[in-house]
Nanobody, 119 residues
């Protein structure tokens, strides 16, 4: 089992910045990949950034050049630095961790943190 806890959301004006954190606990050594997703009201959950076990990161086209994923292995924490925020970035942001073992895939999710971009 892996437990994920997001933090860092809030209200920010357009053009502002926020840094989200995702702290993992439990059987973290079973995690093969991780990422950030978001879900806006009335829309499906979408991938924001995917972090592979090798450290490669793929970003959604809508956030490329503005968002950056990083991690602190000592703190078991993944971060999402969001710059130049836009109203369309408003959503609940979720942290995801994926475990692949013996041909079976398990996705773990945090409870989410609200990001609101508004003047």
């Amino acid at each position: 089992q892996v437990h994920l806890a997001e933090s860092g959301g809030g209200l920010v004006q357009p053009g502002g910045s926020l840094r989200l954190s995702c702290e993992a606990s439990g059987n973290i050594f079973s995690i093969n990949a991780a990422g950030w997703y978001r879900q806006a009201p009335g829309k499906e959950r979408e991938l924001v950034a995917a972090l592979s076990s090798g450290g490669n990161v793929d970003y959604a086209d809508s956030v490329k050049g503005r968002f950056t994923v990083s991690r602190d292995n000592v703190k078991n924490t993944m971060y999402l630095q969001m710059n130049d925020l836009k109203p369309e970035d408003t959503a609940v942001y979720f942290c995801n961790a994926r475990e692949v073992y013996a041909g079976s895939t398990t996705d773990y999710w945090g409870e989410g943190t609200q990001v609101t971009v508004s003047s």
